[in-house]
């Protein structure tokens, strides 16, 4: 027993022997490491030689701590060695880097820190190389820093809490002089901010606390120092932005050079915040360098500027946006105020509204992004002074509304044949988005009905082109908009069929068509109300007519035929002393001509009776043949250029014209009626439709509630007026629709 524990006591002291000299290898391959690192080497001329002794080094830690005799020393050895490699670290600290940092000031702190912390970090390199066995097997089950945290923890001890106030102030420093347009060092500017975030380990919160708060401090302050100053300069507000966005680059650069990732975000935002958010009403209400002045002197690049700046800031464009919408609605309402000053030229007030739209879009595509704020208060401002009645001079109740216009110049257009298909195209975009801001849709609805019905019967048009923009309004207003323009379109595509299955007919029933007769069957619901005139035609057509109305009610029985001779053309030929020609006439024009093939001398009283039209329509017709610009009939007595039903008519046999095939103009009353009040006579019908529609889902509502719901549903059609709900909700009540409640007269119910 006494023999084995003095060899015990033996093993145990030779070991320790053994620890000790082991130790004093590594001591001495750590001195050579430091002296390498004094001496400026981050790789060594012998470099091979240092790999080796380091993994000599290496493996003798490893020895060290695993060949024992027992678990138990082998953990002693570690924790010895852990231990001993912290002191040899804490030593080498104290007698190399301290002394050579702290209390040193300014520049020179911030040079020898640079170094030091260089040297420090090669340091922790090789010394977790030498002593990696004790990561592997020590640190990670005795709950210790590893190598690489109990290395920093000593450089903060040794060094860093005795210099962070100095470092911060001298880092600031040379912001301060970046800042002023001095050259600094940004490597070791790097560096040394990169020491704070190292001492934080795993965490930002030193590098935080101890820097980025003061850092973000002193940039409020600069910024709010040099706003001042930029802003009070003579001229400054020109110059103002442009030094905003170049110090926003700067600070960018600036966070990417040297600060930690993290502090970009809240530097940029420190800088939004003093130089555009506290000044962002004057900015961009100068009267002379603000949102308006740019606009009224087109300024686009500096428009785009202040865009992209305040789009930066939260809230930014909303007051732009709003500076914006007023100022085009000012130019909408010179445009309203130059085309009131005269006869309101349709083409040119469509052109100018259309303009200032492109204008617009231009803008808000190349320098603002297409944001939304903007094309919303173009919006609003087109839908401000777009929906203004124009009142020219000429008379107190003649009024010109843009859904009038909007039509004309479409009506015009159409009727271009000079106009390419994509010139039309491109145009028909820009029209039906002026479209949707006018208030009064189904005005522009009835107008253009109106004007389209024309087109199709009298003037040549592209069913392509009716077609483009009935699609466009379809997409915008929905296939109820559009259903009587697309069935008018239907009806006149039908018109061939028709007339082949007519003269197919004639052939089979052996009936005989003298000349070349063309009808077009109009659906009623589809087309505007034409005046339908008695006439009783003359032989030559009356027995086509006929023909056409037993095929019509053959092929369609529950259909009734009306004939609308106002809307029908002819074309003769006549015989005068001068040479032969062909006369394109209506068809009232036609019966009055058709007359002198067995008379020579006709009054005008006897005409009205033959053909059981009233004077009045006789009246127009014989002033166009007789006074117009083809005089074909003659007077027989001089006087002035009126009819009367005692004046006695006859053919002009000397008539001439250059012309072999011509057209005489006259009056043509396609579609009477106002579509004003055609349009106020349809919102009557429709506001009653939603108001029972209405009633009906909800069986009690009260008058404010209905009316804001009625309101809600016609907006996209038109602007719907109170008093029209009221009344019609009256009349409603009148024809038990609707009662009012005995207990509350203001709550209206539903009668089933």
Known sequence: MQ???KAGKTDSHEYHKHFEEEWKFIERSFQRLLEL?????????DHNDFIKQNMETYTRVYNLCTKNDSAKCGVQAAGLLYGRSKEMIEKYLDSRVTKNVVNKKGEELLKQLYKAWESHQLVVKWGRFMFHYLDIYYTKHNQVDNLRVMMLRCFNSAVYEKIKVDLCDVLLKEVEKERGGNTIDRIVMKEAINLFVEMGLESNHI??????????????????????????????????????????????????????????THVISRVEQELLTEHKARVLEDPDAGTQALLANWKTEDLGRMFQLFARIHNGLDKMSEIVREYIKEEGKAINKKFSAGEVDQKGYIDASLELHDKYTGLFREFFNNNSHFFKARKSAFE???NETLAPPKGDNQKITSSELLSSYCDNMMKNEKITPDELEATLEKIVELFTYI??????????????SKRLLVSKTDNDNERSLISKLKLKMGAPYTSKLEGMITDKNLGAETQKSFLEYCKHKGKTVDFDFTTQV??????????????????????????????????????????????????????????????IVSTFQACVLLSYNSKINIQASDLAKEYAL???????????????????????????????????????????????????????????????????????????????????????????????????????????????????????????????????????????
């Not at 690192?37 to 060594?44: F, R, T």
């Not at 009610?553 to 015989?575: P, Y």
Request: aromatic share 10%; net charge positive.
């Open 3 to 5: 023999g084995r524990k």
């Open 37 to 45: 690192v004094d001496s400026g080497y981050k790789a060594p001329p």
């Open 207 to 264: 590098y935080e606390h101890d820097f980025e708060t003061p850092f973000l401090e002193q940039t409020a302050k600069y910024y709010q120092r040099m706003s001042a100053s930029w802003l009070s300069e003579d001229g400054g507000i020109h110059t103002y932005l442009k030094r905003v966005e170049n110090s926003l680059n700067q600070e960018q650069q600036r966070s990417l050079s040297y600060l930690h990732s993290t502090s970009e």
């Open 384 to 386: 401000v002074f777009i």
């Open 439 to 452: 208030s009064d849709k189904d005005l522009f609805q009835e107008f253009y009905r109106k004007q389209m």
């Open 522 to 583: 109009l659906t009623t619901g589809y087309w505007p109300a034409f005046k339908i005139d008695p006439l009783n035609p003359p032989t030559e057509l009356a027995s086509n007519m006929a023909s056409f109305t037993e095929f019509y009610n053959q092929k369609t029985k529950s259909r009734v035929l009306k004939w609308v001779h106002s809307l029908g053309t002819a074309t003769l030929a006549a015989k005068f002393n001068k040479g032969n020609k062909e006369v």
């Open 614 to 752: 009233p004077f009045e329509e006789i009246k127009r017709t014989i002033h166009s043949l007789a006074f117009g610009k083809f005089t074909v009939l003659k007077r027989n007595a001089a006087g002035k250029k009126v009819v009367a039903e005692s004046d006695i008519f006859h053919i002009n046999e000397d008539f001439h014209t250059p012309q072999r095939k011509f057209k005489i103009p006259g009056v043509t009353r396609a579609v009477p009626g106002d579509p004003h009040d055609k349009t106020d006579e349809s919102r009557r019908h429709v506001t009653e439709a939603c108001i029972v529609r209405t009633m009906k889902a909800r069986k009690q509502l009260s008058h404010n509630e209905l009316q804001t719901e009625c309101i809600k549903q016609l907006s996209h059609l038109f602007k719907p007026d109170p008093r029209l709900i009221k009344k019609r909700i009256e009349d409603l009540i009148n024809r038990s629709y609707l009662e009012r409640d005995e207990s509350d007269r203001n709550m209206y119910r539903y009668l089933a």
